[in-house]
């Protein structure tokens, strides 16, 4: 299929790329798919976009200090549908699967704009009567651990060394893709702990030992960027910063992927786990309130 990076300027200018193979990076490093070396604020690799038929694949690397944004709304990883546009500091990128051709945005009309506002003015009462509904700041349960339970090997005899082989290979393709998955990491850390038990199981105990020491490395540098998230998250809230304070419960929700069932699929929020309800409550919220804002502006 074609697919292509649009590549927007602050001053009107626009560049193509299209994307050749599975997926192409946009950042400042010259060995990006899309080099923009003169936008000190980006990251070596900023974003990862994946084409994947009807939509697209776009994950912001997690150690960015700068968020991407769509819709003026702080955003992590997701599917995408085509002619999206992320925001980045200094420059547009749009994904699309069309041939080039120009297009003039269109100005909404001031009725769909009443009829928005209303909307969300008729919602915000609906949750309690005030342009700011009443936010938990602290998360009222303790949050989940990521590496609770112990890894076991699944197989015995020949089949663990190569269960053992495979769950390493594995694990290290999982802990490359971390930057622009959170919960690859977290994936990479238990695969790296399967691996381990795996090669005690066969009395390969040197592989099992290399396989700690990187699964060790990995979960210290898992569960400091999951405890930065949280604290980030409850300053954020206590001081009403409700733009950052999204961006950090997408960070944590995008960790926790692996401990609970994602909206959109089976299941509901009240069968998540305490911690994981508070997030999905705490997200709705400010997403209602940063609607409301901006209908009123």
């Given at each position: 299929?074609?697919?292509y990076?649009?590549?927007?300027?602050?001053?009107?200018?626009?560049?193509?790329?299209?994307?050749?193979?599975?997926?192409?990076?946009?950042?400042?490093?010259?060995?990006?798919?899309?080099?923009?070396?003169?936008?000190?604020?980006l990251?070596?690799?900023?974003?990862?976009?994946?084409?994947?038929?009807?939509?697209?694949?776009?994950?912001c690397?997690?150690?960015?200090?700068?968020?991407?944004k769509?819709?003026?709304?702080?955003?992590?990883?997701?599917?995408?549908?085509?002619?999206?546009?992320?925001?980045?500091?200094?420059?547009?990128?749009?994904?699309?699967?069309r041939?080039?051709?120009?297009?003039?945005?269109?100005?909404?009309?001031?009725?769909?704009?009443?009829?928005?506002?209303?909307?969300i003015?008729?919602?915000?009462?609906?949750?309690?009567?005030?342009?700011?509904?009443?936010?938990?700041?602290?998360?009222?349960?303790?949050?989940?651990?990521?590496?609770?339970?112990?890894?076991?090997?699944?197989?015995?005899?020949?089949a663990?060394?190569?269960?053992?082989?495979?769950?390493?290979?594995?694990?290290?393709?999982?802990?490359?893709?971390?930057?622009?998955?959170?919960?690859?990491?977290?994936?990479?850390?238990?695969?790296?702990?399967?691996?381990?038990?795996?090669?005690?199981l066969?009395?390969?105990?040197?592989?099992?030992?290399?396989?700690k020491?990187?699964?060790?490395?990995?979960?210290?540098?898992?569960?400091?960027?999951?405890?930065?998230?949280?604290?980030?998250l409850?300053?954020?809230?206590?001081?009403?910063?409700?733009?950052?304070?999204?961006?950090?419960?997408?960070?944590?929700?995008?960790?926790?992927r692996?401990?609970?069932?994602?909206e959109?699929?089976?299941?509901?929020?009240?069968?998540q786990?305490?911690?994981?309800?508070?997030?999905?409550?705490?997200?709705?919220?400010?997403?209602?309130?940063?609607?409301?804002?901006?209908?009123?502006?």
């Open positions: 299929m074609e697919a990076v649009e590549v927007i300027r602050e001053d009107g200018t626009l560049e193509r790329i299209r994307i050749e193979g599975e997926q192409i990076t946009v950042g400042r490093s010259p060995t990006a798919g899309v080099p923009l070396p003169d936008l000190r604020e990251e070596a690799e900023h974003l990862l976009i994946a084409p994947r038929g009807e939509s697209c694949w776009v994950a690397n997690q150690r960015a200090r700068v968020p991407a769509i819709n003026g709304q702080p955003f992590m990883q997701g599917m995408v549908p085509w002619g999206t546009v992320i925001e980045l500091p200094g420059v547009r990128i749009r994904v699309t699967d041939l080039p051709k120009e297009v003039k945005e269109k100005s909404n009309s001031s009725l769909v704009l009443v009829g928005g506002a209303v909307l003015m008729l919602l915000v009462w609906m949750m309690g009567g005030s342009s700011e509904p009443g936010l938990e700041v602290h998360p009222p349960a303790e949050p989940l651990a990521l590496f609770a339970n112990q890894e076991q090997c699944p197989a015995s005899g020949t663990a060394l190569k269960q053992a082989d495979l769950f390493a290979e594995m694990a290290l393709a999982k802990s490359e893709r971390y930057p622009f998955d959170s919960s690859d990491g977290v994936e990479s850390v238990r695969l790296y702990r399967r691996a381990e038990a795996c090669y005690r066969v009395g390969l105990n040197d592989a099992a030992q290399q396989m020491t990187e699964g060790d490395h990995m979960q210290q540098r898992v569960e400091e960027d999951y405890a930065a998230h949280r604290l980030r409850e300053r954020a809230l206590e001081q009403k910063n409700f733009e950052d304070a999204l961006f950090e419960i997408q960070s944590l929700l995008a960790l926790l692996k401990e609970y069932q994602p959109g699929e089976v299941g509901s929020a009240s069968s786990p305490a911690y994981v309800q508070w997030l999905l409550r705490t997200k709705r919220h400010l997403e209602l309130l940063s609607k409301g804002k901006k209908a009123a502006l």
